[in-house]
């Protein structure tokens, strides 16, 4: 189940952004009964949220908070069910740096929700090895999203 929730005062396409979830979920093999949050908040409520849980300044793009720290699958293996936590966007954050990305701010969100979705998942970029796998499926997640439009 996906729940979306947009308190930032922006237009967001909610249907699109439902779609791509869910796509992006079946395509990671995620149980389609696993709850995910996705909500939209202004600049403020991202600052608060960054500064009070990463103690760093300012909002940012997105933020993930993981609940049952649900993993994808191996081959052979069910999908898991459970919580997968909450995905915050904000939409005027993102908007702001989508040019610098080379996207539209619709493509933006877009991004960063696979982005959200993959650091539910555990997926992380600290590390170079690791940067290269969560991007790179983040690319190709997309590119298959936009290739079945």
């Known amino acids: 189940m996906i729940e979306i929730n947009n308190e930032s005062g922006v ?24 709850e995910l ?3 939209f908040v202004d600049e ?3 600052t608060d949220l960054h500064v009070r849980f990463m103690d760093l300044p300012g909002p940012t ?5 993981p609940m049952d720290e649900l993993r994808a699958p191996e081959d052979g293996e069910e999908p898991p069910r459970g919580v997968l936590g909450d995905i915050v966007i904000c ?3 993102t908007s702001a740096q989508a040019p610098e990305n ?18 539910l998942l555990g997926h992380d970029h600290a590390e170079p ?12 997640i997309i590119a298959d999203w936009r290739r079945r439009k």
């Open 11 to 34: 237009e967001v396409d909610e249907l699109g952004v439902l779609q791509l979830a869910e796509f992006a979920l079946k395509s990671l093999r995620i149980h389609s009964a696993a």
């Open 44 to 46: 403020d409520a991202m």
């Open 37 to 39: 949050a996705i909500l």
């Open 61 to 65: 793009d997105v933020m993930s908070f």
């Open 102 to 119: 080379g996207r539209d701010p619709h493509e933006e969100i877009e991004y960063l929700l696979i982005h959200g979705l993959l650091h």
């Open 91 to 93: 939409p005027q954050f």
């Open 129 to 140: 090895a690791e940067k290269a796998v969560m991007f790179g499926l983040n690319d190709q």
